[in-house]
């Protein structure tokens, strides 16, 4: 579901004012430009952009986050990157009007700062701020899909579960964690089987317990082997 709003410039600017990462990045928006802005709103679910389809516009993340992915033939998905408030969507395809090499979804009810393609080119011709900004964007995104795919690369499916719980019970500071296998399959490209049959010879090995998808850590260090 979504919900269009074509809002006033002004009061735009007075949502992004509150969020400090957000306002850096447009804070010298040429007038010409800023009028121009659209706020979308899309519920949880919603597919926005689809891998392999053009459009023509750019967008930053306002609130909430989204999941990048890419979807094969057969329908397994293997996610990319989690995007959330002052994240870019569309800055590699916009110049050249290629198609989205990724499926673009949002994970939860979603704010995006829309502006078309050809108010995005004339805000980058004025404002080299802005380019500052959307550089620094560039390099922190791409930093971490670089990162994730060498981990993907370089290690095996348990290694890559493994840091996976220890990560969440560092996050949650808890020993048991709740674990969705759909999206650890989704973000490994495996099957939910596979994550299965790597959690049960965890299981088997004294490091975990499970009770349904709820994962208690019970030996840490066999984790970090």
């Given at each position: 579901m979504?919900?269009?709003?074509?809002?006033?410039?002004l009061?735009?600017?007075?949502k992004?004012e509150?969020e400090?990462?957000l306002?850096?990045?447009?804070k010298r928006?040429?007038?010409?430009?800023?009028?121009h802005?659209?706020v979308?709103?899309?519920s949880?679910?919603?597919?926005?952009f689809?891998?392999?389809?053009?459009?023509?516009?750019?967008?930053?993340?306002?609130?909430?986050?989204i999941n990048?992915?890419?979807?094969s033939?057969?329908?397994?998905?293997?996610l990319q990157a989690?995007?959330q408030t002052?994240?870019i969507?569309?800055?590699?395809?916009?110049?050249?009007?290629?198609?989205?090499?990724?499926?673009?979804e949002a994970?939860?009810?979603?704010?995006?700062l829309?502006i078309?393609?050809e108010?995005?080119?004339r805000?980058i011709?004025?404002?080299?701020?802005?380019?500052?900004?959307?550089?620094?964007?560039?390099?922190?995104q791409?930093?971490?899909?670089?990162?994730k795919?060498?981990?993907?690369?370089l290690?095996?499916?348990?290694?890559?579960?493994?840091?996976?719980l220890l990560?969440?019970?560092?996050?949650?500071?808890?020993?048991?964690i709740?674990?969705?296998?759909k999206?650890l399959?989704?973000?490994?490209a495996v099957?939910i089987?596979?994550?299965?049959?790597?959690?049960?010879?965890?299981?088997e090995?004294?490091?975990?317990?499970?009770?349904g998808?709820k994962?208690?850590i019970?030996n840490q260090h066999?984790l970090e082997?």
């Amino acid at each position: 579901m979504i919900k269009k709003e074509n809002n006033h410039w002004l009061l735009i600017l007075d949502k992004l004012e509150s969020e400090s990462e957000l306002f850096e990045l447009v804070k010298r928006c040429p007038l010409e430009v800023m009028q121009h802005w659209k706020v979308n709103y899309f519920s949880k679910g919603t597919v926005i952009f689809e891998q392999n389809k053009i459009y023509d516009e750019f967008n930053i993340v306002i609130d909430g986050k989204i999941n990048v992915y890419v979807q094969s033939a057969d329908d397994r998905k293997y996610l990319q990157a989690q995007y959330q408030t002052g994240d870019i969507i569309g800055e590699l395809e916009i110049f050249e009007r290629k198609p989205y090499v990724s499926t673009v979804e949002a994970a939860d009810d979603l704010t995006l700062l829309n502006i078309s393609r050809e108010h995005f080119l004339r805000w980058i011709e004025l404002d080299s701020h802005f380019n500052r900004q959307l550089l620094l964007k560039f390099s922190q995104q791409y930093y971490q899909l670089a990162k994730k795919a060498a981990e993907d690369s370089l290690y095996s499916l348990q290694q890559r579960v493994c840091q996976y719980l220890l990560q969440e019970m560092k996050l949650s500071k808890q020993s048991t964690i709740f674990v969705n296998k759909k999206n650890l399959s989704d973000q490994y490209a495996v099957t939910i089987r596979s994550i299965n049959r790597v959690l049960q010879q965890l299981k088997e090995s004294g490091a975990i317990g499970i009770n349904g998808d709820k994962v208690t850590i019970i030996n840490q260090h066999r984790l970090e082997e």
